[in-house]
């Protein structure tokens, strides 16, 4: 199993900055993808960014410019750094990262965080 752990969340004024992580622990083979998805009050989740083990990056228009996805493959950790933040950006933030286990390293499997709440108000 693959268990994660999200942090830094939070309540900040618009235009401030917020940093999550997610840090992946567990029968992990390798990590292939991580990203950081979004649900707002009443809509949909969404995606924000994507980065892959490459390092390639992937940016939803809504954060373009204004977020920041990485990664750190030796703590199998993502972040999202979140700057110029907007009361729009208030949601439940989820990463996700796309996993080979040591048990079935042929496969790819897809894990969830819990969920931290950005909260963008003044």
């Known amino acids: 199993q693959v268990q994660l752990v999200e942090s830094g969340g939070g309540l900040m004024q618009p235009g401030g900055s917020l940093r999550l992580s997610c840090a992946a622990s567990?029968?992990?083979?390798?990590?292939?993808?991580m990203g950081w998805y979004r649900q707002g009050p009443g809509k949909q989740r969404e995606l924000v960014a994507t980065i892959t083990s490459g390092g390639q990056t992937n940016y939803a228009d809504s954060g373009q410019g204004r977020f920041t996805i990485s990664r750190d493959n030796a703590k199998n950790t993502v972040y999202l750094q979140m700057d110029s933040l907007r009361p729009e950006d208030t949601a439940v933030y989820y990463c996700?990262?796309?996993?080979?286990?040591?048990?079935?390293?042929?496969?790819?499997?897809?894990?969830w965080g819990q969920g931290t709440q950005v909260t963008v108000s003044s």
């Open positions: 996700q990262v796309r996993v080979r286990t040591v048990t079935a390293p042929s496969l790819l499997r897809d894990y």
């Open positions: 567990g029968s992990i083979f390798r990590i292939d993808a």
